[in-house]
């Protein structure tokens, strides 16, 4: 069975940056990264698709950058300026096209002075 496995979130100070990891055993057409914060939804961050373009929540434009090395199967998630209210729980989401998508376990994310 494929999975998803998410890394590279930890404690960072407001104004720092991170890099995410979403590593699968395949490649798929779409992934994203989505993130929930405690008592919150599961909302979209950014997705990308093969050799597509990057897209954005409004509220990460400027500041994350999602890119995709196909050679390792493997999707980033560079997070620079981040903010306090960029805490929150970091999922992978990843399907092909006309299959259902498949969640890693999430990343612990949390900005904190």
């Known amino acids: 069975q494929v999975q998803l496995v998410e890394s590279g979130g930890g404690l960072v100070q407001p104004g720092g940056s991170l890099t995410l990891s979403c590593e699968s055993s395949?490649?798929?057409?779409?992934v994203a990264w989505y993130r929930q914060r405690p008592g919150g939804q599961r909302n979209l961050v950014a997705f990308?698709?093969?050799?597509?373009?990057?897209n954005y929540a409004d509220s990460v434009k400027g500041r994350f950058a999602i890119s995709r090395d196909n050679s390792k199967n493997t999707v980033y998630l560079q997070m620079n300026g981040l903010k306090v209210e960029d805490t929150a729980v970091y999922y992978c989401?990843?399907?092909?096209?006309?299959?259902?998508?498949?969640w890693g376990q999430g990343t612990q994310v949390t900005v904190s002075s």
């Open positions: 990308i698709t093969s050799g597509g373009t990057p």
């Open positions: 395949k490649r798929f057409y779409y």
């Open positions: 989401n990843a399907r092909d096209r006309g299959a259902d998508a498949i």
